[in-house]
């Protein structure tokens, strides 16, 4: 493993520090750090322009996609510099939240699949934040089994028609475009009958509906498709091989080295410190001392377990299941955390109200969105089937459906 940033990777450091001190305002000890990490509802389209002029920002300074190639107005970059950026960046709030998917998953996609023109046509727009774009891949009956989609798409001359419904599609609302994978042909196995398009979210016959989220806002969406015609030259790949491209897609996923947002061991650590319980401070309770002992141990696997990522991108390597460990461990703990500190608070646990709640209603806020985080990109189930066939060697997941034509399965039926 190598912990220390190469002669290279310092000097790209320091000019991002240099970039984000001058044009960003880093958080203060007070402010939450998972402030920006979402587009807030309140105030959606001022809260979007920030984002987008934040962005445009980025972009012009190079920082906007630093694995991209040049000729895309990339940096030319190496994924460890991404992370680099990731990491610097999280010490400043900056309206993130509406570009990762677009850049991270679509537009990557694209690159891979779409035609020149259509690269000349979109990449620009959205590195610089002008467009954003949403994944249309979840569905009611089809998430962890994503090749269980159900959504159509027949053939019509030069177009294509899509009809179904997507689910679960982050910021559907505000996107222009989305990539989209449907079924064409239920005659075959499940992967085999699946193509690939993107299409411009502003198409008749769209109809995205918020879905209320527990925490109160609406990050995603259900998004239905009636009659939706789609030209033939917006298929990304060939007809039937919807699912090859959708991997390109979720492999760029799987390559985002995210933190889950806090608070984290120093937070809760803070918390303790801060708080009185009946018998003494929270801090010198063997109770509490033995829990903040477990969460430091986890803290410091975690740390090593992602310099493993780094040492991989750092070689030039792809990351092996270190990215699974992390979000499977980092996605629970942040869970446990949140409700450990809001029982530590007492009856002000119950407090959702940021003005007077301690630390903002940090831990509250966190409590309701951390099921979503062992949801989103690969459920824990999902995560631990991972490790265990790529880490400890056990025997696959059973697929009895595997080669079964779509329209005999049970789940395939209409
Ligand atoms: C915050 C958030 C944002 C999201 N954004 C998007 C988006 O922008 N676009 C998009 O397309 N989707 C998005 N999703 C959807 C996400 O990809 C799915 O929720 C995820 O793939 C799980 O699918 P599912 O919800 O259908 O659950 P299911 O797959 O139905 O799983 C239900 C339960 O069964 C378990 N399970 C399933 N299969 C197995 C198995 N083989 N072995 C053991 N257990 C299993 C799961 O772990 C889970 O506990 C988002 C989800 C979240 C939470």
């Known amino acids: 493993m190598d912990f220390n940033d190469t002669a290279e990777e310092a000097a790209f450091r320091a000019d991002v520090r240099r970039f984000l001190e001058v044009n ?3 958080k203060s000890a007070t402010e939450t750090a998972h402030r920006g990490r979402y587009i807030p509802d309140a105030n959606l389209a001022e809260s979007l322009a920030r984002a987008k002029e934040w962005q445009a920002k980025k972009a012009d300074a190079g920082f ?9 107005r990339g940096r030319g970059g190496s994924p460890i510099e991404q992370v680099i950026y ?5 010490n400043y709030a900056v309206p993130r939240g509406a570009f990762e998917i677009g850049l991270g998953m679509c537009i990557p996609t694209m690159m891979a699949y779409a035609t020149p023109q259509q690269l000349e046509r979109h990449v620009r727009p959205a590195l610089r934040g002008k467009e954003v774009w949403c994944q249309l ?3 009611p009956a089809a998430g962890s089994d994503l090749a269980g989609l159900r959504t159509r798409a027949e053939r019509s001359g030069d177009d294509w028609i899509i009809n179904g419904q997507k689910i679960w599609t982050s910021g559907a609302h505000f996107a222009d475009f989305g990539i989209i994978v449907t079924r064409t042909d239920p005659g075959v196995p499940k992967h085999q009958g699946l193509t690939f398009f993107f299409l411009s979210m502003k198409s008749p016959g769209i109809e995205v509906r918020r879905i209320k989220q527990i925490s109160g806002t609406s990050n995603f969406n259900e998004v239905f498709f009636t009659d939706v015609r789609v030209p033939d030259s917006q298929r990304l790949g060939n007809v039937g091989d919807g699912w090859k491209v959708s991997l390109t897609t979720l492999m760029n996923e ?4 995210g933190d ?3 608070p984290d061991f120093d937070d809760i650590f803070a918390l303790a410190r801060s708080l009185e319980l009946d018998e003494g401070p929270a801090i010198r309770n063997p109770a509490v001392r033995e829990k903040l002992a477990d969460w430091y141990v986890k803290t410091v696997g975690l740390k090593y377990t992602k310099f493993r990522t780094m040492t991989a991108l750092s070689r030039g390597q792809t990351p092996g299941p270190e990215a699974s460990i992390t979000k499977l461990v980092s996605a629970s703990k942040l869970q446990e955390i949140a409700s450990y500190g809001i029982d530590l608070m007492g009856m002000t646990g119950a407090v959702m109200d940021g003005e007077i709640a301690p630390m903002e209603a940090w831990f509250q806020e966190a409590l309701l969105y951390a099921p979503g985080l062992r949801i989103a990109g690969g459920s824990d189930e999902i995560l631990r089937n991972i490790i265990a066939e790529r880490v400890l060697g056990l025997p696959g997941d059973i697929r009895p459906d595997k080669d079964v034509p779509f329209r005999d399965l049970k789940s395939g039926k209409r």
């Open 260 to 262: 889950a947002p806090g």
């Open 137 to 139: 891949f979840s569905e």
């Open 64 to 72: 906007a996609a630093i694995t991209w190639p040049r000729k895309w």
């Open 24 to 26: 960003a305002k880093r």
């Open 86 to 90: 990731n990491l610097e960046e999280a």
């Open 254 to 257: 799987r390559l985002a080295v």
